[in-house]
């Protein structure tokens, strides 16, 4: 295990009000000093980021954003939410480049675009990349990832603060995760892709995919990762306390 590890929950489009009370249970967790290099980060809604911000204010938990618009500037982009918004809000991070959204129109141009405005901003970026189904069939996954690594990160300065989120996109959601030796490998051909491209020797590479407290200890023999992207499983506190604990044992 590397020292300090992330759990990022992306709750996605769910969670109300009153669900944002079971995060109390993680806050109780992340204040147990063998707990405290778990770097926890929690991504609601939009709408639930005040309340996250007012619940973790005490603790080391932040908070982030799952997307935003690739304006810099204000403008007239009807149910969008640009960095500068996400970094009033008093979110510190965002997720960029999720196969949710780069299926409704986000090209890694836009994604580019997107990656710029949230770094000028200050806010860290929490960048997916990964390959379909159909394109892991074609042999074409380390193509894919090359190009949403150069064209995502076109122009933009060697730095740290993006942390690259390997999501295959066919584990989404689908209870199917990548054979451990397998996402060893490409762990490390991504690693290898950064650094051909930044010349960045130790990038921050977090997995995602159908991650949950089953199959943690499994995933956990990946010395190369530093922390994981919780979807389904990081919305039941249980659940994601269950994860962390596996972890970090
Ligand atoms: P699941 O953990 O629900 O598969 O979602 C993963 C994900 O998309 C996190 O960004």
Redesign the pocket.
Known sequence: MTNNMFFIA?W?MFGDFKSVNSVKKVIKLSKIKKYKKAQIIYCPPFTLIDRFLNLVKNSKITVGAQNCHYSEKPGPFTGSINSDLIKSSGAKYV?IG???NRVTGDTNQIINLKIKSALKKKLKVIY?IGETLNEKKKNKTNLILRSQIIHGLKNIKKNNSIIF?Y?PVW????GIIPKINNLEKQIYDIKNMIFKFWKLKNPKIIY?????SKNISELNKISSINGF??????QNSKNFIDIIKKTIN
């Open positions: 992306n996605k997720i999720h196969s949710e997916c989120a999501e584990s989404i959601g689908t995602g995919g159908s991650v949950n992207l919780v979807g389904g499983a990081s």
